[in-house]
């Protein structure tokens, strides 16, 4: 029989499908993985809450609180999901899909997606989504990559986004459960690892689509709400874009309640690049400051006189209206004793008569 080129790379798919359902035996039923995503997601959450408290961002501590309250209830749901079925699970092996089954499966897949195609460089399955498009928010397309080795394994595949829409807080999350290309796939795992143990390829990449289509915001890695939004560089919070602000010094967002302006010129900074006046306590730009010439303290322009700050200011003022110490006495400067012993002979009281040959000086 002489099949088109497609159908024979379905068929060449179909057989090393069947060659690893064939030599894995027996079939392990299979089980909820451990949630191990979750409790990653919890601790980036934690971590973000510890943050917001630390720098007093109550709007942001307030929605941490809550999403990891969410978050630590789907993480119980799933380890006790995972728990039951460990203790349920059936004893008898699951039988073998056959080479016809597998590939009347695949070649069913052309009536429900848009493409259907082989990758045997990558030995994948894939087809390709419509666009997603969940509360107006437009995701873009996908690819479901069902990987041909691991088939048996527990979620053999992996969601590729065609048309990369990405929030700015997460560039790993191309869908609110898909994170690095791993979906989250909840209450659908039971029929996602069902279908792969029986064979049912068609009902398996239906599921998968499905979730794809369907929004959960309690398990979602990125909440659509933010989904457009800008990550403040500050609090860790997700506004709305006319709700945030470049800064001047680093281009970082910031959203509102955390931006800081430089009290001279009025550009706006984020926390780390907004320095304070340590006078006046206002923030200014490292521009708008200078250091002062005693003290080496960062002052603004209205701070300053005499490129002193406030304090060596005064100290200097202090300083130059006291009184100089008196260390002057009634004694005239030090004079010669020439210069001393004249002053003394003219302010005598005693008369000096002169002295004329062959007389005697006598006192008058």
Known sequence: MNLPKHARHLLRAAIK????????????????????????????????????????????????????????????????????????????????????????????????????????????????????VLEETDLGRFEIRLSIPDVREILPFRIVALDPKTPISDDTVSHPHVQSENLCVGDGLHAINRALAEGRLCDFFLTVRQILRTYNSASAYVDLEDWNGVHCGDCGDTVDTDDCNSCEQCHGQVCDHCTRRCQDCDVSLCSDCADVCEDCDQSYCRVCLQSCQECESETCHSCLENDLCQNCHTLQQEQNDAEPEDTSTDTSPSETPSEKTLRTLETSHVAIQPVCLGETAVPA
């Open 17 to 132: 499908l069947k060659d690893v359902y064939d030599k894995q035996d027996p079939m392990p039923q299979p089980t909820s993985p451990l949630p191990q995503d979750r409790w990653a997601q919890i601790l980036r959450t934690e971590r973000q809450l510890h943050k917001a408290i630390h720098y007093g961002f109550e709007h942001a501590a307030r929605r941490c609180r809550q999403r990891l309250s969410g978050q630590l209830q789907l993480f119980q749901q799933e380890r006790s999901a995972c728990d039951t079925q460990l203790r349920s699970m059936p004893t008898r092996e699951i039988p073998k899909p056959s080479l016809k089954t597998l590939y009347e499966e695949l070649i069913s897949l052309a009536q429900e997606f848009l493409e259907v195609d082989v990758d045997r460089v990558r030995k994948e399955i894939v087809v390709r989504t419509e666009r997603i």
